[in-house]
């Protein structure tokens, strides 16, 4: 077993160690250990390696610099038998090893960095996998579990994998049914899977060193957590608790013999936590988040670990984190809603609510992944909806329409363009880029505007630590030029996770792909029942109105009635086409007739080719 370095004494200098431990000689013990609170307690292994873009650049704001050298992979031994990998992915798995085998939570996003993470922990336990946790529905708390988990695993009842009741439900809506390609698309933004890593690209993750994404996985759960569940897995007595917040079906851990709480990503690592992520989700609600926090601390915890960001230790310490975490949540909530009462709309409302400095400057609550800003915005919405009270906003020009009048107000396209051209040489790219946005709205082709604005976008996202805003800006100037490589596109759809989905949820997904107005002004009503043989599943997706209403069970006036196997099921799953699978015998036309089904084909969807863009219209 390598060497164990442990690190010694106080939290202070963190930025220092980071950027010791990325230093050439390894060797040379820092002057203070590589965790949050007591020196004792935990060890630390380093590898040497840091995932993250982590070297000095004018490009990139210091601030991100210094986070990216905290970065460093190893691995963390918590008391004296809890193991954390550390930089092998943007979830820091943990290990907790019992009598009689190992408890995982959270494997990270891709197998290939499971893999290695598990390599990691092996130099510490050989005993086997018993208990696998997904702490809730997000891809990098899943996405590499087929690298501690077999199918034979599953097939023995060996490993217990456990997750919320709502976990797979959550899952579908986000990745393959609802929103599923949208979300996709702005997470490709938000994370910067489309760029380089580097000072034009990524630099860090935000809550991790890098997210990128070789191979995603998923194992059905085969233990529902509803509320609570006091269970013993490999030896170790652990209480599960449901507790909302990043996600509505987060789980939080904790293990009363060893008095330590595993904390999800209720606590989002060494940041503010994002109350609302740029890429797209219901509302998180803050008082609820912050109350799940309270639920946390009656726990006396000695040490904490969390899937972002490096474990605490001593009780002290831990109940201070949680009561800073929690308190900067309920401030910008209470504050928001203070001068909203007020009357400020969310213009006035950014400049209004910042965190006091004792809170700003706290080790776990920089301006790395949440933002206050986006989420006093969001918070406006979420409470009060879209309309700022102003009756011209309840139903305002077309923004193309609006553009040509500015435009023309502004004295033409060659006014406004010189303008900004003059506003982004004198340094301010914010107003420039602004400005462009009309000229785009009116002719998304126009190249020299196209140029400007993504050269705007660039200035502004090197002077950002907040690593979501920089990564859509930089993705952003790259659309805007043409030089998006979408090969490197986050796949949320993979065959692993269709196959985890229940039947009844593919078919209901049909809904979503309806033409719905042209359905609608045909005068389509067609009703079709579907049979899965060989789970005895009935079910029935009836077109009318412009709607696919689905109904488990049959309908008796079907107009036809096709049978397949769970297997041929799920070939349809990604782009439905009934008529061609019953033509290649992939299904099976128990009653009615082929051109029935061919009409409902042709009321779908067809595979988007295009990719979604964000920034201009094509």
């Known amino acids: 077993m390598s060497r164990i370095t442990r690190f010694f004494p106080s939290i202070l200098a963190l930025s220092v160690i980071g950027n010791m431990l990325c230093s050439p000689d390894l060797q040379a013990e820092p002057a203070t250990h590589y965790w949050h609170g007591d020196a004792a307690g935990i060890e630390w292994r380093p590898t040497g390696k840091n995932l993250s873009y982590h070297q000095s650049d004018p490009k990139i704001h210091p601030d991100l610099t210094a986070h990216s050298q905290k970065m460093n992979q190893g691995v963390y031994k918590i008391a004296d038998n809890v193991y954390q990998t550390y930089g092998y992915a943007l979830c820091s798995t943990a290990f907790f090893v019992g009598p009689s085998g190992v408890l995982v939570i959270d494997p990270p996003e891709d197998v290939i960095k499971g893999q290695r993470a598990l390599t990691a922990f092996r130099e510490y336990s050989d005993k086997p996998i018993v208990g696998v946790l997904y702490s809730h529905s997000h891809i990098d708390h899943y996405g590499g579990v087929r690298a501690f ?35 996709a698309a702005r997470a490709n933004y938000t994370l910067g899977t489309l760029l380089p890593s580097g000072p034009d690209g990524r630099v860090n993750s935000g809550l991790g060193p890098d997210f990128v994404v070789e191979k995603l996985s998923l194992i059905t759960p085969n233990v529902i957590i509803d509320d609570v569940l006091d269970t013993n897995i490999g030896g170790l007595d652990v209480h599960f608790e449901w507790l909302p917040s990043e996600s509505p079906d987060e789980i939080a851990s904790w293990f009363p013999q060893l008095n330590i709480l595993h904390s999800a990503e209720i606590l989002q690592g060494e940041s503010f936590p994002n109350l609302h992520t740029i890429r797209g989700t219901r509302y998180r609600l803050p008082d609820t988040w912050f109350r799940s926090i309270d639920k946390m601390r009656r726990f006396p915890a000695d040490y904490m670990v969390l899937s972002h960001g490096r474990p605490i230790a001593g009780k002290v310490h831990v109940a201070s984190f949680l009561e800073a975490y929690r308190d900067a949540i309920q401030y910008v909530y209470d504050q928001t809603l203070r001068f909203m009462n007020k009357g400020y709309l969310p213009d006035q409302l950014v400049q209004a609510v910042t965190l006091p400095d004792h809170l700003a400057d706290h080790p776990y609550l920089g301006d790395f992944y949440g933002g206050v800003e986006h989420a006093v915005r969001q918070i406006y919405v979420g409470e009060m909806g879209w309309f700022n009270g102003d009756p011209t906003t309840l139903a305002p020009l077309p923004s193309q329409e609006a553009s040509k009048r500015y435009v023309a107000l502004m004295g033409g396209r060659y006014k406004v363009y010189s303008e900004a051209d003059k506003a982004s040489r004198n340094d301010d790219p914010q107003w420039s880029a602004e400005l462009l946005t009309h000229l785009l709205n009116i002719d998304p082709n126009d190249r020299e505007a196209r140029q400007l604005k993504a050269d705007n976008l660039r200035q502004l996202a090197y002077r950002l630590t907040n690593t979501n805003w920089r990564n859509w800006l930089l993705t952003s100037a790259l659309e805007l030029e043409g030089h998006l490589d979408y090969s490197k596109a986050l796949n949320t759809a993979s065959p692993d996770l269709v196959r985890a989905f229940p039947s009844q949820a593919i078919i209901e997904g049909l809904r979503f792909k309806v033409d719905g107005a042209r359905a609608a002004a045909d005068g389509i009503n067609l009703s079709i029942n579907v049979s899965v043989s060989d789970e005895e599943l009935q079910a029935n997706i009836t077109l009318r109105n412009g709607v696919a209403a689905f109904q ?56 988007n080719s295009e990719p979604i863009t964000l920034t201009t219209r094509n």
Do not use: C, W
């Open 552 to 607: 488990l069970g049959h309908r008796d006036n079907g107009d036809a009635h096709i049978a397949m196997t769970r297997r041929q099921l799920l070939g349809q799953a990604r782009q439905p086409n009934f008529a061609k699978a019953l033509a290649d015998n992939k299904a099976t036309l128990l009653s009615g007739d082929i051109t029935t089904v061919s009409t409902f084909d042709e009321y779908l969807d067809t595979a």
């Open 149 to 183: 988990v077999s199918d034979e695993d599953m097939t023995n009842g060996r490993v217990q994998v456990i997750a919320h009741r709502d976990f797979l439900k959550n899952l579908m809506a986000t990745k393959t049914m609802g929103l599923g390609p949208l979300v």
